[in-house]
Every structure is written in structure tokens, then in C-alpha cells.
């Protein structure tokens, strides 16, 4: 469904139309559960616990949104602070990220993506906010830096400012080589 769609969609519901909610839904709830999933590193409950309060935030907060901006580009953003609700909200804040990260040799490269993209989500969580914002929804969510930059209320140029210090601090914080492979931080790597 294109942006077009979601806006009629979006000003109907605005308007208490429950028919046209549960149409919005149908289009967004599976790319609302895609996101925060990635975000939560695959937690299929939180996610879907995700997907359900932004669902509840669409309805509520209908009638405040304002036209003339993105659909979807509106819904990352409560995705993203929903999700990083749940992230704040966990007990281990406080973890380090490893200077090393031991896999088995006969571990599968699953295995390896999976705890190379823990290490990358903890090592963002220690970015400053926007920086965080910003590399979230370019490359968790592939939104286009218009996108980013009408979610995050501010300038493209911005964006490419924030998302550039942002991959500068992670090749900082992150091991470069892990496990006798080179890393490289990439928009497509996670």
C-alpha cells in the first residue's frame, strides 16, 4: 500500500472510522512486527508486544497526527520508541561490550551473524539518541534519509551527519575482527 493509500487510511481513522483501522492494521502490523523484531534481537514476544502498543498508539494518536507527512515514516518512529522502551527497560543496561567474542570453531555462521549483530545492537545502544534514531531506522528499517529525517523532525543532511558520527563511533566500539573473520559494518549487515 503506498504512502497515498495509508493517508486516506490514516485520516479515516482520525475520524473514529474502525473499519478503515483494522485496513491499516492488515498493511502495517506485519512491517511494525519486522522492525521491532529486529530490533529486539528476535524476541518474538516483545515484538509482538511491540506491534500491539503501536497498534494501540495508531488509534489513540490518530486524531492529533497531521497530514502532509509519511505514513509509514510516523509508524517507525513509534516503533522505534516503543522498542527502545523495551531495550531501557531491561535489567542488563549496564553490559559491556566484548573486546573479543569467542565462537566454537564448529559453530554455524548463524550462530556468528547472531551474536555479531547482539554486539552491534549493544554497541549502538551506547551511541547518543539520535545517533541511535538515526542508524535504526536507515538500516534496521530501510527507510530513505527523507524518511529518517521527516520521522526524526530534522534535515537529510542532518541525518547523513548523524548516521556518519554514528558508523564512526561503531567501528570505535566494535571489534573489527571477530573470530578470524573481518567485519565490516554495512548498511545490509544485519
Known amino acids: 500500500m503506498d504512502n497515498a493509500e495509508l493517508t486516506q487510511l490514516m485520516k479515516r481513522v482520525a475520524d473514529g472510522d474502525q473499519v478503515a483501522f483494522r485496513g491499516l492494521s492488515n498493511a502495517l502490523s506485519q512491517k511494525i512486527f519486522a522492525m521491532a523484531y529486529r530490533f529486539l534481537s528476535g524476541d518474538r514476544a516483545s515484538a509482538e508486544d511491540v506491534t500491539q502498543d ?56 548463524t550462530v556468528l551473524q547472531k551474536e555479531y549483530k547482539q554486539v552491534l545492537l549493544q554497541a549502538i545502544k551506547s551511541l547518543p539518541d539520535r545517533q541511535q534514531e538515526a542508524l535504526l531506522l536507515t538500516y534496521f528499517h530501510d527507510n530513505s534519509r527523507r524518511e529518517v529525517a521527516s520521522t526524526m523532525k530534522t534535515t537529510e543532511k542532518a541525518v547523513e551527519h548523524l548516521v556518519a558520527r554514528g558508523l564512526k563511533a561503531l567501528e570505535k566500539l566494535i571489534p573489527s575482527n571477530l573470530n578470524g573473520e573481518k567485519h565490516v559494518f554495512a548498511a545490509r549487515s544485519f
Open 54 to 109: 503501536v497498534l494501540i498508539k495508531l488509534w489513540q494518536y490518530a486524531p492529533r497526527w497531521e497530514a502532509g507527512g509519511s505514513v509509514q515514516a510516523w509508524v517507525s518512529r513509534l516503533t522505534y520508541n516503543a522498542s527502545m522502551d523495551v531495550h531501557r527497560s531491561r535489567k542488563n543496561k549496564s553490559e559491556e561490550i566484548p573486546e573479543t567474542l569467542s565462537v566454537p570453531e564448529t559453530a554455524s555462521d
